[in-house]
DNA sequence: TAGTTATTGACAATTTATTGTCAATAACCG
DNA sequence: CGGTTATTGACAATAAATTGTCAATAACTA
């Protein structure tokens, strides 16, 4: 049968996002599983990612004016929100959300969503 | 001198922001401003911006998972978010704020600015 | 009005992110 | 262990957005 193979490149990337707790680039999660790989390929945590999103275990996180970031499904799940360190360019996640928003849109507007980056300097930045 | 001339292209590219009074991203620009010219280049459009947002009359609107938007520095200057209809893909200016966001910030962290992306569907599609 | 030159737009070229390909490898199964 | 095949990674290829180029045009100036 088709099975799932377990690599330890699927094993490091998904170490990754279990360490990192927060939302991670492409261009991250290469960084961070290669300190347990080294020989990975960008190609790989490509593939890695478009399939651990198909299957449903992590989810995509679109911020403004960057590239992708993806977060454990488990995470992404629960309504939260994001903080952009524009020092050291990581993404946090932030449990907390201003309420009250169908109170500002105009009139006739249906109110679905909201997305909610807030930026600055994170702690270790700070 | 290198003087700025007054071309229909540019006129054209200016009155679509005026009328549309939302932020418009390249392509929206290029089919609105076509209607004044018909002959307008791509690339004509592109040179306008670039120009305009060099010289502060227009700012770059940046949103999530979706090519940039422009709007005028007027608006952009006073503090407002944005709603994105799902349905017709446009963007909207949202007037008022949601404060409070200090307290949902981790410890430690710098708030400097934030941005809110609304969505859902706009008076015309709901 | 004639001359100068900024602007335009067709087209090619570039850039960056992502995917296709495929031989080598390594994980799994009996 | 040995065979099967999913996975990997080097490399090429693609896709999409933006920019370079340059002859033709149109705005401005004297």
């Known amino acids: 049968?088709?099975?799932h193979r377990q690599t330890k490149q699927l094993e490091a990337i998904r170490t990754?996002?279990?360490?990192?707790?927060?939302?991670l680039s492409i261009e991250e999660l290469h960084e961070?599983?290669?300190r347990d790989v080294g020989t990975l390929g960008l190609r790989t945590v490509y593939r890695a990612v478009r399939r651990l999103e198909e299957?449903?275990?992590?989810?995509?996180?679109?911020v403004p004016g960057d590239s992708d970031r993806y977060e454990l499904a488990s995470v992404a799940s629960k309504h939260?929100?994001?903080?952009?360190?524009t020092a050291c360019d990581r993404y946090f996640d932030v449990h907390g959300c201003p309420g009250g928003l169908n109170k500002i849109i105009p009139n006739g507007f249906k109110l679905e969503h909201h997305d909610l980056t807030l930026s600055g300097l994170c702690s270790s930045c700070a």
């Open 1 to 3: 049968m088709t099975a």
């Open 16 to 23: 990754a996002f279990q360490t990192a707790e927060r939302p």
């Open 32 to 34: 961070l599983a290669t």
């Open 55 to 62: 299957e449903g275990e992590i989810a995509r996180v679109l």
């Open 80 to 85: 939260h929100h994001h903080f952009h360190c």
